[in-house]
C-alpha cells in the first residue's frame, strides 16, 4: 500500500475550516449534553464530584476536628458541605499492580491497610495488614495512625478489587491528613488470594 | 463521478471506509455511556488525569461528544473537523492509558462497555494508537466520497 499520498497530505489541510467544524461539533455536543443531564433523571450534579467523595463529605458532616491535617473548605452543615466542592490536597493517589504489592510485601516496606469491613477482615487478609475500615475512619483512625513510623511510611491500601472504592475513600483520607505516601493496591483482596500468596484469618494482623 | 487516477481513487475509497469505521466505532464506544454518566465518572476518576472538579462535566459532555462526532463521521458531515476531534480524543486516550499503565494501574479500561472488565494491558494501548493511525488517515484525505459534505 503506498502511504505517501495520505501522509504528505497534512499540509493540504484546511486547517481553519477543520479547527471551525471541530470547534462547531464540540460546542453542540457540550451544550446537549448539560440540557439532556438537566432533564435527564439519572443525570448528575455537575459542581460537585458527590459519587467519588461522598464519605469524606459524611465525614466532614461528622466535624473531625481532631485532625489537623484536613485541608478543605466544606461547612459545617449539610446544606453548604453538599454544595462546596472539597479541595483535595491530591486526586493522583498512585496505584500499584499485585507484582508492585508483593514486591513490598516480600521487602516489607510498606504497612498495608485493609479497607474492608471487620467480618472480611477476619475471614482473610494480607499479613501484616492493620485493619482500617474506611466506611469507619473515626473509630479506625485513633487506632492505626498512631502504629505508623511517620507521614512518609509508606502505606498501601486495599480492599475487595477494582469494585470496591473503599481503598481509594481511605488513601484520599489518609493523604489529606498529610500522609505522603499513600498507594492503593488496586487488584486487592481477590487478587492476593488467587495469587495464593501467604493470607492471615482472624481479628489480629 | 470524475476518475482522476485509479490509484487515488483506491486511496481515497480506502479513506471513505475507514470514515465510516471510525464514525461507527465512537457511536458504539459512546452507548454505554450516554445514559450513565454517575459510572462514567467513577471509570474515569480511576484514571486519575482529570482534576476532581472537572469531572463531573466531563463525565457528561464526553459520551455526547463522542457520539455527535462519530455521527458526524460516519455520515460525512463535517468530517474533516469530526476527525480532528476523533484525533484528538484517541490520542488523549492513549497517552491516559499509557500512564497509567506506567503506573502497574490494574483497572477497568471503560472503553467501550463500563460493566465487562477490560483490563488495561499492552494491547489495549496498541489498539488505541491503532484507532489513532485510522482517525490519522481518514483526516489527511483529500476528500471523501458518500458524505453529506460536498468537499
Known amino acids: ?205 | 463521478m470524475k476518475k482522476s487516477s485509479p490509484k487515488t481513487n483506491w486511496v481515497l475509497i480506502v479513506q471513505t471506509l475507514l470514515r465510516v469505521v471510525c464514525g461507527t466505532l465512537l457511536i458504539y464506544a459512546s452507548l454505554d455511556k450516554l445514559g450513565d454518566a454517575a459510572k462514567f465518572l467513577k471509570v474515569m476518576e480511576n484514571y486519575h488525569i482529570l482534576p476532581a472538579d472537572l469531572l463531573p462535566l466531563a463525565a457528561v459532555v464526553l459520551p455526547w461528544l463522542e457520539f455527535f462526532t462519530g455521527l458526524a463521521l460516519a455520515l460525512g458531515w463535517k468530517w474533516r473537523g469530526a476527525a480532528f476531534i476523533f484525533c484528538v480524543l484517541m490520542g488523549i486516550y492513549t497517552l491516559a492509558l499509557a500512564w497509567n499503565l506506567t503506573q502497574g494501574a490494574e483497572m477497568n479500561c471503560g472503553c467501550f462497555a463500563m460493566d465487562k472488565m477490560e483490563k488495561l494491558t499492552g494491547w489495549t494501548v496498541l489498539r488505541d494508537v491503532a484507532f489513532l493511525s485510522m482517525g490519522l488517515i481518514v483526516f489527511t484525505a483529500k476528500k471523501t466520497y458518500a458524505a453529506f459534505d460536498k468537499n
Open chain 1, 1 to 205: 500500500m503506498n502511504l505517501k499520498p495520505i501522509l504528505t497530505n497534512l499540509s493540504s489541510v484546511p486547517w481553519k475550516q477543520t479547527l471551525q467544524e471541530a470547534w462547531g461539533l464540540f460546542v453542540f455536543a457540550a451544550f446537549f449534553a448539560v440540557i439532556f443531564n438537566a432533564f435527564y433523571a439519572e443525570g448528575i450534579p455537575l459542581k460537585v464530584s458527590a459519587p467519588a467523595n461522598h464519605h469524606l463529605q459524611d465525614l466532614l458532616k461528622n466535624n473531625i476536628s481532631t485532625y489537623p491535617g484536613w485541608k478543605t473548605t466544606a461547612s459545617k452543615t449539610t446544606a453548604a458541605a453538599a454544595a462546596t466542592p472539597i479541595h483535595l490536597e491530591s486526586d493522583q493517589i498512585p496505584r500499584l499492580s499485585l507484582v508492585g504489592a508483593k514486591n513490598r510485601f516480600d521487602q516489607k516496606s510498606a504497612v498495608f491497610l485493609d479497607a474492608r469491613s471487620a467480618e472480611e477482615y477476619a475471614q482473610g487478609h494480607i499479613p501484616g495488614a492493620l485493619e482500617f475500615y474506611a466506611d469507619d475512619f473515626e473509630k479506625f483512625a485513633p487506632i492505626v495512625l498512631p502504629q505508623l513510623k511517620d507521614k512518609h511510611q509508606e502505606l498501601i491500601a486495599y480492599c475487595h478489587g477494582s469494585s470496591c472504592d473503599l481503598s481509594i475513600e481511605l488513601a484520599k483520607a489518609l493523604t489529606n491528613q498529610g500522609y505522603t505516601n499513600v498507594k492503593v493496591f488496586f487488584g486487592g483482596w481477590p487478587e492476593w488470594k488467587k495469587a495464593n500468596y501467604p493470607i492471615n484469618t482472624g481479628d489480629q494482623p
